[in-house]
């Protein structure tokens, strides 16, 4: 499947956006190596306090329907900061809902950020399954240790 066959839009978080955003990367990263064993009350709330502040720091973009920009397939949330380094692009989180998984949008949409923003290369702050699948397309390295750079600014 390609994403030719699923149009879509990138634009700006709105904060119509935000309850999607904050749910779906909730849900979806409690399942990740990095979030075993930390108890429901602690992993919700530094999480989402950690969202939260991305979402004033951070890009955040959401993929949606070209003709109706309220019909949301997934979301991207990433730093282009020159702390990391020329080139070099922080990925906090990219979601895709699950229909709309398997036709490339992950990719088109990291290919697309990357081009707009002059990134040769990903660190991430994340390590979920779905991410190792792109890893292998992209130039990515995994450090946990990023999340903390990330919160600094």
Known sequence: MSSDKVQFLLRDAEDSDYNFITSSWLKSYRSSAFAEGCPNDLYYAHLGAMIAHWRKTASLKVLCDPTDGNNLFGF????TDPM???????LHFIYVKYTFRGFGLAS????????????HTWFTSHNTTQLRGLSA????????FLIALGLMK
């Open 108 to 119: 088109k949409v990291l290919e697309n950020v990357m081009q707009d923003n002059n990134i």
């Open 137 to 144: 397309k992209f130039p990515m390295h995994y450090s946990p």
């Open 76 to 79: 991207i949330c990433y730093d």
């Open 84 to 90: 990391y380094g020329e080139g070099l692009g922080l």
